[in-house]
């Protein structure tokens, strides 16, 4: 409901059978989501609307996720998690992180500065928004269509085995000083 917001996900690691976790507010500083190994979509967000605001609060620092090649959607958007390994996802379509909105820079600055994305073949749509990432790997992917990088810390990028590409957003990347696109 509006206003409404997880504080405690104790249990949530007896639904082993779960393929989707959506969890639109959640005011916790750590999640254990390794016995879910069925999952295939997982939206955890910090943050609660009332019926005219939306309050953002990245209290979720910490997120331990499953072991799996089930997983597609991966969506930790307005959370600053101090790390983030995507690594074990060889089916991973979609990745959504960063903070949607403006933060304070002491919640931005413990986010991660590089992100690894080389094991994700299939990846499709990345959106980063307001994040601390100053280097992304996308090497070896041709399949993304969506990359949404949007007021990060990136120096350069390099966009030239997107074969797939639709979309291209950098915007407010002040640091940026070279996109390869050949």
Request: proline content about 2%; glycine content about 4%.
């Amino acid at each position: 409901g509006i206003g409404v917001f997880i504080t405690d996900p104790t249990g949530i690691e007896d639904f082993t059978n779960l393929t989707t976790l959506d969890w639109g507010s959640v005011k916790i500083t750590s999640l254990d989501l390794s016995a879910l190994t069925s999952l295939e979509k997982i939206v955890v967000k910090s943050g609660y609307v009332t019926s005219n605001q939306l309050y953002l609060n990245p209290t979720l620092t910490s997120i331990i996720l499953p072991d799996t090649d089930t997983l597609k959607e991966l969506d930790l958007t307005n959370n600053a998690l101090s790390s983030i390994d995507v690594s074990k996802f060889s089916n991973l379509e979609s990745l959504y992180l960063g903070l949607t909105a403006t933060i304070s820079e002491d919640n931005r600055s413990s986010m991660p500065k590089t992100l690894d994305l080389t094991s994700n073949k299939k990846l499709k749509n990345l959106v980063v928004w307001t994040a601390n990432f100053e280097s992304i790997d996308i090497s070896g992917i041709t399949s993304i269509e969506y990359l949404i990088l949007v007021n990060n810390y990136l120096t350069s990028l390099d966009v030239s085995e997107l074969t797939d590409l639709r979309q291209l957003w950098v915007t407010g990347n002040e640091k940026l000083y070279c996109i390869k696109v050949t």
